[in-house]
């Protein structure tokens, strides 16, 4: 059984990867999880800079789902490289770093940066954080602006580079599209749903930001929904998330179009959750016969219901 | 230990009152690992409604006859979704429970006194605490405050422990009327004159409660130059250091002000490291 999966240059030798910004640096989890066992491990976002992210209260828990505002909160590229890369090295794990600035000179400075680091195995940009008000999201919502930081990046860098997508337009494929005429390597989608709970006894929202972004097994079917159509609209890899809870979900996804998948709020519930998901993917793939868990992607049936007339 | 992940059998609940109650939990490996002040995360229903796990202080560890760890209880107040299921929760079922996580209070030995300090549901900690420090030996005070008579919990516990009991209301139906910091702000004055390590000086202070009643208490401790150990409680993601939710604001050695995850560097955080204006 073959559970490799390619995002251009890069083989995963399996399909799982913890989300950035739901996983810390990946060192937090190095006792609980065999980091080596993930297909990869997308770290939380960086600047160039530390940031101190927004106070709290930074999350808060919806129907099926959940708020965060957090701010990105970060300790810089530079501490990171010196702090967490080394052990992350040293536990053998595939580190996809994820990217944020507020310029353009910022994500060409970070690839650069990491582009040097030993034990990085690719990076993400991070161009649709929808709580931050400088930068990320204003390349994200704008096709020039993503076409611009992902070519910017691609210039300097030989790492492959995945811009993360924001859901919060009206037509992502057209993000999708304008990512790969750029000459991304693969895209990741969703970010979360920018959102908004209100405590109605204080009148007042339940986040310090005031909104926050939505993810959980709430927006699962719409993230399902935006792969697919970006499956559609592109021929580079598609790293699918948003509600993923068990093997199933992941599954459903890669049927849908993307190649490898990313699992967060769902880690913050089970710590532990990886390893029943890689057995749940492997049972399904005996159950139907799949040799390569490759051969799953994007292959939703469309046709004509053979239990219709 | 790395903390572990166990499906918990309820096997008993008490209501305490109309919104309070004690769970406890079948969970001989936290029970045995689980030092005062940590914390466990439970998950109060299966599926996706409500999704997150809540932490909870261990309340106390629970023995078998012989005295090896059976379990622990938490103390839950209803004030949402998952503590709504727990107050419900029925003898029999399996709760999700990961821990022990964050840490533990800093003990303390003779000839040093304890202070236990707690506002309404931040007595949670204090159960393990206090049976902690009576194997000690360690003379210890408990100043706890809350709402009314009704709500003030586990009192013959305390007292069968040798634990001194200060006890406030607001609307004054038991001890004092009004908040618990009066009778111990009293308290620490009276001990001001004392040189510290001698018998009567500044006793270590530990402290639960609302963020204002813990903000009073570390500042009335730095005045008074008592050690002081907070629980603090923020709504937390994960427990884990992964979500990034659970924040407090310290002033670092570089005397800027950094956010640090309450999960990790906490619960139990030092009192007078806070900027508690934040």
């Not at chain 1, 930074?58 to 701010?71: C, D, F, K, Q, S």
């Not at chain 1, 536990?91 to 353009?104: D, E, K, P, S, Y």
């Not at chain 1, 499956?231 to 998330?241: K, W």
Request: proline residues 7%; glycine residues 10%.
């Amino acid at each position: 059984m073959d559970l490799s999966v390619r995002i251009g240059s890069l083989t995963l030798h399996n399909p799982l990867i913890a989300a950035s910004g739901c996983f810390g640096y990946g060192v937090e989890y190095a006792d609980l999880v065999d980091l080596a066992s993930l297909g990869a491990v997308a770290v939380k976002g960086l600047f160039l800079e530390e940031r101190e992210g927004h106070p709290p209260p930074r999350i808060v828990e919806t129907p099926a789902g959940m708020l965060n505002a957090i701010g990105l909160q970060g300790i810089g590229v530079r501490r990171f490289i010196d702090e967490k890369l080394p052990e992350l090295r040293a536990r053998r794990a595939t580190v996809i770093v994820n990217i944020c600035g507020t310029t353009l000179d910022e994500y060409v400075e970070l690839a650069r940066i990491l582009s040097d680091a030993e034990g990085v195995a690719a990076l993400e940009l991070n161009i649709s954080c929808p709580n931050i008000k400088e930068g990320g999201i204003t390349f994200g919502c704008s096709l020039n602006g993503t076409f611009d930081v992902v070519s910017a990046v691609r210039k300097v860098t030989r790492l492959p580079v995945v811009p993360k997508l924001t859901p919060n337009v009206t037509d992502v494929a057209s993000f999708a599209r304008a990512a790969e005429e750029a000459g991304a390597d693969a895209v990741s989608l969703v970010n979360t749903f920018l959102a908004m709970v209100i405590d109605v006894e204080t009148r007042r929202p339940k986040l310090s930001n005031v909104v926050g972004g939505l993810s959980g097994p709430a927006i699962r079917p719409i993230a399902v929904r935006m792969v697919y159509e970006c499956r559609q609209a592109i021929t580079i890899p598609i790293i699918g998330m948003g509600g993923i809870a068990d093997a199933r979900d992941a599954i459903e996804f890669m049927i849908a179009g993307a190649s490898a998948v990313q699992v967060g709020t769902a880690s913050f519930v089970d710590p532990f959750i990886w390893p029943k998901l890689l057995d749940g993917i492997r049972s399904y793939m005996e159950r139907h016969h799949v040799a390569r868990v490759a051969d799953l992607v994007g292959t939703v049936d469309t046709g004509p219901r053979s239990d219709q007339p | 230990m790395p903390p572990v992940d166990v499906a918990a059998e309820v096997t008993s609940n008490q209501p305490l009152s109309a919104d309070y109650n004690v769970l406890r939990l079948a969970a001989p490996t936290i029970a045995a690992a689980a030092a005062p002040g940590q914390f466990v995360m439970v998950k109060a229903g299966l599926g996706h409604d409500p999704l997150l796990r809540r932490p909870f202080s261990v309340f106390e560890v629970l023995r078998d006859a012989r005295g090896a760890p059976k379990g622990i209880s938490i103390l839950n107040k209803r004030i949402g979704a998952s503590t709504e299921l727990l107050y419900a929760a029925r003898p029999g079922q399996r709760l999700g429970c990961l821990g022990p996580l964050g840490q533990p209070f800093v003990p303390v030995d003779p000839p040093a006194e304890a202070w236990m300090v707690a506002g309404g549901v931040g007595l949670a900690p204090f159960a393990a605490l206090a049976e902690s420090l009576g194997g000690r030996g360690v003379r210890a005070t408990l100043f706890y405050g809350a709402r009314r008579a009704a709500e003030l919990f586990y009192l013959d516990f305390f007292r069968d422990l040798g634990v001194e009991l200060v006890l406030t209301t607001e609307d004054g139906t038991a001890g004092e009327r009004g908040r618990i910091t009066a009778p111990l702000e009293r308290a620490l004055a009276s001990r001001a004159t004392v040189s510290p390590g001698t018998p009567g000086a500044p006793p270590m202070m530990y402290v639960c409660g609302p963020e204002a009643m813990m903000a009073a208490s570390a500042k009335l401790a730095m005045r008074y130059h008592a050690p002081c150990f907070v629980s603090m409680e923020r709504t937390m993601g994960c427990g884990l250091g992964g979500c990034y939710s659970c924040v407090v604001a310290v002033r670092g050695a570089d005397d800027r002000v950094h956010h640090v995850r309450s999960c990790l560097a906490g619960p139990v955080m030092a009192g007078d490291q806070i900027v508690w204006d934040s």
